[in-house]
C-alpha cells in the first residue's frame, strides 16, 4: 500500500560511483513507496541515476573535495527529488539535442533528454557555484492506495 | 551487479553474450575492451547478445552506439541481438532503435551479416 504522508530524507555523498549507486537504490525504494508501478520506478530510478550521474561526473568531475546531495521528498502529490553539485553549473539551454541527425551517433549527452523523458517536471536551479536539479514525479492521478 | 561478457565463434561471427549492468563505470569499460579485444584479433562481425543485460544508463546507451560506431569505421558490422523490453524501450525514446540492426532470433541474425 502506498505511503500517503509526507516524508522527507536527505544526504550529502561523495563525489563517487557508489554514491551513484546509493542515490539510484534510494530513488528505487522511494518510488515504490509511493505507490507507482512497476515500470515507473524504474523510470524514475533511472532518471534519478542521470542526474546523481551528472552530478558526481560533470559537475563535481569526481573532485574528493566537492561532495553532491540529494533529497527524496513525498508528499501527497508527488516524488520530489533534488540532487545538488558544486561544479561550475549547468546550463541546460546549451545542451545539444541528442536526437538531431548530427547528434544522433554521439557517445554521450543523453542523460539530461532522459531525466526530461521520464519526469514530469525537471527544474535546473543555478547555487554558485554548483547546480540543483528538481525532479518531480506526479502521483496523480491516483495511485493505488491513496 | 557488473558486467560479464562470454565470446563465442558461429560461423565466422564473434558473438558477445553479455550479462548485468551496462552503466558508468565497469560496463562501459567491460564492452568497449570487449570490442576492442575482437576487433584486434582480426573479427569485425560482432553480434552483441543482450538478452540478459538488466539495466542500462546512458553512459550504456553511448558505448553501444561508440561500439557501432568504431566497427563500422573499422569495415565491419555490429548487430544486437535479444533486446529485453527495457533496453529496447530505451533505444525506441533516444531514436536509436532504426541506428542499430536489431535481431530477436539468434540464427537470423548470424545468417544478416555480409559473406
Redesign the interface.
Given at each position: 500500500m502506498a505511503d500517503s504522508t509526507t516524508s522527507r530524507v536527505s544526504y550529502t555523498l561523495d563525489s563517487s560511483l557508489d554514491s551513484v549507486n546509493k542515490i539510484e537504490q534510494t530513488a528505487e525504494v522511494s518510488a515504490q513507496r509511493a505507490g507507482f508501478d512497476e515500470d515507473t520506478v524504474s523510470h524514475v530510478a533511472m532518471a534519478v541515476r542521470e542526474a546523481a550521474v551528472n552530478a558526481v561526473l560533470h559537475g563535481n568531475s569526481y573532485d574528493p573535495n566537492k561532495h553532491i546531495t540529494a533529497s527524496f521528498e513525498t508528499t501527497p502529490e508527488s516524488l520530489i527529488v533534488r540532487v545538488t553539485d558544486q561544479g561550475p553549473g549547468l546550463n541546460p539551454d546549451t545542451l545539444p539535442d541528442p536526437l538531431a541527425p548530427e547528434n544522433i551517433l554521439r557517445g554521450s549527452g543523453r542523460g539530461i533528454f532522459l531525466i526530461k523523458a521520464f519526469m514530469d517536471e525537471v527544474h535546473f536551479r543555478q547555487l554558485h557555484p554548483g547546480t540543483e536539479l528538481t525532479l518531480i514525479k506526479y502521483r496523480t492521478p491516483a495511485q493505488p492506495g491513496t | 551487479m557488473s558486467m560479464k561478457v562470454q565470446t563465442r565463434q558461429v560461423d565466422g561471427i564473434t558473438i558477445l553474450d553479455l550479462s548485468g549492468r551496462i552503466?558508468?563505470?565497469e560496463g562501459s569499460v567491460t564492452i568497449r575492451d570487449a570490442v576492442r579485444d575482437v576487433l584486434a584479433k582480426g573479427s569485425n562481425k560482432i553480434l552483441l547478445n543482450l538478452a540478459e543485460i538488466s539495466y542500462i544508463?546512458?553512459?550504456g546507451?553511448?558505448?553501444l552506439?561508440?561500439a557501432?560506431?568504431t566497427v563500422k569505421n573499422a569495415g565491419g558490422e555490429l548487430k544486437l541481438l535479444n533486446l529485453t523490453k527495457?533496453v529496447h524501450d530505451?533505444l525506441q525514446?533516444?531514436?536509436?532503435y532504426t541506428?542499430f540492426d536489431v535481431k530477436d532470433d539468434e540464427a537470423s541474425a548470424i545468417s544478416s551479416f555480409s559473406k
Open positions: - | 552503466t558508468l563505470g544508463d546512458s553512459s546507451i553511448g558505448e552506439v561508440s557501432f560506431t527495457k530505451l525514446i533516444t531514436k536509436l541506428v
